[in-house]
Each structure stands twice: as structure tokens, then as C-alpha cells.
């Protein structure tokens, strides 16, 4: 009788248990090509075109000042990515271990998933905007707003749901795509007729620019990117080693974000335009490099919402451990396919996102302060006990967190308050910790 192999799942079954370890089998280098993929989108390109617009820096200041401050937040996120890597196990399940299960189910899980929501609503209605306006200057039809967003967001859930393997494939063969058009970019920029020395006024601009406002923009692309320790882990449970977790994750972000701001800061000193996907194809009347960059523009909001709507649902199966990971992806899917057809729903959640960042940044800081300094980098066989211990919550960590909320909301908006809170509370963490520890009698 001739013998079946057994047939490969196709849609990923690994909730909050550990992956197997035959099955972590991913290469450093398909980490990178995922980062990569996902750094060139509108919401990056803010940072560095603020950075020269309002910060007053100069094209090579921007972008050297924006990196900095984000290879410093991806730092972070690469070393929050090693539990994963190391034991298997998603991000906000490893947390665990340093907020509590109730800490992470109630406050830390909820946070991520409502965060990952709105910036999958924001993208989608982003990147539907982009197709929408293409499609009329084309051809001249104007269709309703949700004929475009709908297929995009359930196109995008779908690659979520069925699981890692969707994510790495999908970004392996979008890099090639993204990586021409953004070369298309910066060749409509040097070529255009308006500008014909914009190289040579890139190369001129010099490093100008207040050390003030090179520290207050280089500590917003910090903030912006620090809040991915919380979800890092979700991709490296996959990884072939901790290392090549580690570094995947910290080269792969280091390219992406590098080329993302010298794109986006062309764009603003230059035209004078946050969005190079705006400013580039109002400089062409070609219909092919129009195509090439708003066909660049929708991969590459594909691309960050896969990872958007991958990480919220396992943030979202943390907090309702009973679903499968399938179904909490579903349902995180399902409100954010509603919401990607409701521009104006989500345009008006920016101020509630703006008030969980008082959370999401303390919350970050506490992360990387008790990982990196009180538990030295290592989980220990205490350590993970936590993980199913019912309904502890670490009573450091939340008043750390409370005390963070407040620190960030009372703090003038000049002095970078994400940035200052986040200092203070990695700092002083440590020491309370090491304080009551000190003080508790040992038997």
C-alpha cells in the first residue's frame, strides 16, 4: 500500500504556544526583506519630511538625525525580538513575564491591538486615496471610495490569516516591485525639468540645522519606532537562531528606515511635500512612471498592514486566550476591513490614538528597562513560571506605567515628551526594582 505524506497546513495553527523547533527554520536574511518591505509607506515618510519642513534641517541633516534616532528604537525592538527567537512564542505572551498575565491581557494587549487597528484603517484609507486618484486621472471614472478599500483590506487580512509563511512569501516577491519604484522616485526627482539641479542642491545643502531641532526629530523617529518592542517577537518565534532574529530584524529596519528618509526628505526639500508619492507623480505626465510609483505606493501599504494585522491579532488572541489564532485574526480582520471603509470614522480616532500614546510609551519603557537591566537579557525558569500564573500583575510595572502617563501628558509638547518619558522611566525602573528586592527578607 503506497504511503502518503502528510499534508503541509497551509494557514498557520501556532497561537500562544511555543512553534515548534523544527519549524524555526527562517534565515536572517528573510527577516531583512520583510523590514525592508515594509519601511517605505506615507506614515514613515512623516518624520524625516517634518524634520526638514517645520525642524528647519537640511536634506543630509534630516535624514542623518531621523536614522539615529531610529536605529536607536530598532536597537530596542531587536533585543525585545530574542524571547521569541528563543522560545517560540509570540510578543505580548512573552510579556508576560514583565507586566503579568492580567498586566498584558487587560492593558498591554488591548493597546497593541487598538494601535495596530487604527494605523490598518489608516494605511488602507491611505493607500485607496493613492488608487482612487490614479484611476481618474487616467481614465477619468471616479468610483465610490469603498470599491477599492474593501478588496484591499481583505486581500491584506487574508495574507494575515493564513500566517507567516504568507507574510514571508508576499514580502519576498513585493521587495523587487518596491525597490524600482522607489528608484523611480528618486529618478523622477533628479530628472524632473522644474528642478535640474536637485542632485547638486541635495549635495550643497550642507549639515544645517539647530542641534535642537536635529535632537527633537531624531527622539520623534525614536518614539515612532520604540513602540515595536511590544509586537517584535511575533515574527522572530520563527527564526532559525536568536541571532539571525536579532539581526534580521536590526539590518533589515536599518535599510528600510535609511532609504524611507532619504526619500522623504528629498520630497520636503525639494517640493516642499510630506508625501513623495504625491510629489513625485505630479512631476511626470507619464503614464508608465505614474503606474510604477502608485503601484509602489499600494505595495507598500499592503505590505506594512500584513504586518499591522498579523501582530494585532495575536495581541488581540493574548487578551481572549480561548480563540484560536485564526479566529482572533478573523476578528481583528473583520473590524479593520469596517473601519478601511469608513475614511472619516478613522481620521477622527487621531486624537484617541494621540491620548494611548501616553500608555504606549511608558508601557515601551518599562518592556525594554525590565528586559534589558533587571532581567539581564535572559528569561530565567522563574522568570516563565509567570506565564500562566493567573491573574498576577507586576505592581512595579503598572505604577511605573501611571507614573510614565503623567509624565508624558504634563510635559510641554518643544521638550519631546515620548522621548523624555520614555528616559525617565527606563531609568528609574531599574532602581525601584532593585530597591524592594533589596528590602524583601530572603528565607
Not at 542623518?64 to 530598532?74: D, E, N, P, R
Not at 497593541?112 to 487597528?117: D, I, M, P, V
Not at 521587495?175 to 525639468?193: D, H, K, Q
Not at 532602581?431 to 533589596?438: P, S
Amino acid at each position: 500500500m503506497k504511503a502518503y505524506a502528510p499534508r503541509k497546513r497551509v494557514i498557520e495553527q501556532y497561537g500562544l504556544e511555543a512553534v515548534p523547533a523544527d519549524r524555526r527554520n527562517t534565515p536572517w536574511y528573510r527577516f531583512a526583506f520583510i523590514q525592508i518591505a515594509i519601511a517605505a509607506n506615507a506614515g514613515n515618510f512623516l518624520v524625516p519630511a517634518l524634520s526638514v519642513l517645520e525642524g528647519g534641517l537640511s536634506f543630509w541633516t534630516g535624514v542623518i538625525s531621523t536614522c539615529i534616532g531610529a536605529l536607536i528604537g530598532f536597537l530596542l525592538v531587536s533585543f525585545l525580538s530574542l524571547p521569541g527567537a528563543r522560545l517560540g512564542i509570540p510578543a505580548q505572551y512573552a510579556l508576560r513575564t514583565i507586566l503579568g498575565v492580567n498586566g498584558t491581557r487587560f492593558l498591554s494587549a488591548p493597546i497593541r491591538s487598538l494601535t495596530s487597528l487604527y494605523w490598518f484603517s489608516v494605511q488602507t484609507i491611505g493607500g485607496t486615496y493613492v488608487i482612487q486618484q490614479l484611476i481618474l486621472r487616467l481614465t477619468g471614472i471616479d468610483l465610490p471610495f469603498w470599491v477599492y478599500s474593501i478588496p484591499l483590506s481583505i486581500l491584506m487580512v487574508t495574507l494575515a490569516i493564513i500566517g507567516f509563511d504568507a507574510v514571508k512569501q508576499a514580502m519576498s516577491y513585493f521587495l523587487p516591485l518596491l525597490l524600482i519604484g522607489e528608484a523611480t522616485i528618486l529618478y523622477v526627482y533628479f530628472t524632473t525639468n522644474q528642478t535640474p539641479d536637485s542632485l547638486m542642491m541635495l549635495q550643497n545643502g550642507g549639515l544645517e540645522g539647530s542641534v535642537s531641532s536635529m535632537f527633537f526629530f531624531a527622539s520623534l523617529a525614536f518614539v515612532q519606532y520604540v513602540s515595536g518592542v511590544s509586537a517584535s517577537a511575533d515574527m522572530t518565534r520563527y527564526a532559525k537562531s536568536p541571532s539571525h532574529g536579532f539581526y534580521g530584524l536590526l539590518i533589515g529596519n536599518g535599510i528600510g528606515f535609511f532609504i524611507t528618509a532619504v526619500i522623504g526628505c528629498a520630497s520636503a526639500y525639494l517640493f516642499q511635500d510630506i508625501n513623495p508619492y504625491v510629489s513625485s507623480t505630479d512631476l511626470t505626465n507619464s503614464p508608465l512612471l505614474i503606474a510604477i510609483i502608485t503601484g509602489t505606493a499600494i505595495i507598500s501599504m499592503i505590505s506594512i498592514n500584513v504586518s499591522n494585522a498579523y501582530t494585532g491579532g495575536f495581541s488581540l488572541l493574548n487578551t481572549f486566550p480561548k480563540l484560536s489564532r485564526v479566529q482572533a485574526a478573523v476578528a481583528f480582520g473583520s473590524v479593520g476591513v469596517f473601519l478601511s471603509g469608513f475614511p472619516t470614522l478613522v481620521n477622527e480616532a487621531e486624537s484617541f490614538i494621540s491620548l494611548l500614546g501616553g500608555l504606549i510609551i511608558p508601557i515601551s519603557a518599562v518592556i525594554c528597562s525590565d528586559y534589558l537591566i533587571v532581567k539581564r537579557n535572559h528569561l530565567s525558569e522563574g522568570d516563565l513560571t509567570l506565564l500562566t500564573k493567573p491573574r498576577y500583575v507586576n505592581s512595579f510595572a503598572m505604577g511605573a506605567i501611571i507614573i510614565g502617563s503623567l509624565l508624558y501628558f504634563l510635559l510641554p509638547e518643544a521638550w519631546s515628551p515620548g522621548f523624555l518619558t520614555f528616559l525617565v522611566i527606563f531609568t528609574i525602573y531599574p532602581i525601584f526594582v532593585k530597591k524592594d528586592n533589596e528590602s524583601t527578607p530572603t528565607a
